[in-house]
């Protein structure tokens, strides 16, 4: 997966460790960053299940459907 980008402008520097609340205004994420931000996380949604394409040991699941198919097991 592809490290994410962001363009922040930094309106204040702190000579000090803040709270999060308190740090975050002091920048301001660009405009463009933000619609490319939302665009990749869009992308990310519309993309293949992360399972879909697993290959290797069954699940639980799939080795009892495996064993019912097969004549083993609870019908």
């Keep these: ?5 962001h363009l922040i402008q930094v309106l ?3 000579k000090t460790p ?5 740090a975050q205004t002091l920048w301001r ?12 996380a869009n992308l990310r949604q519309l ?3 992360p399972e879909r394409d697993r ?10 459907q495996l064993d019912r198919l097969q004549g083993h097991g609870d019908p």
């Design 1 to 5: 997966m592809r490290a994410a980008n």
């Design 12 to 14: 204040q520097r702190s």
């Design 18 to 22: 803040q709270s999060a609340g308190v």
């Design 29 to 40: 994420e660009t405009p463009e960053s933000r619609l490319a931000r939302e665009q990749a």
């Design 47 to 49: 993309g293949p299940e």
């Design 55 to 64: 290959h290797g040991r069954p699940t639980k699941h799939e080795r009892r």
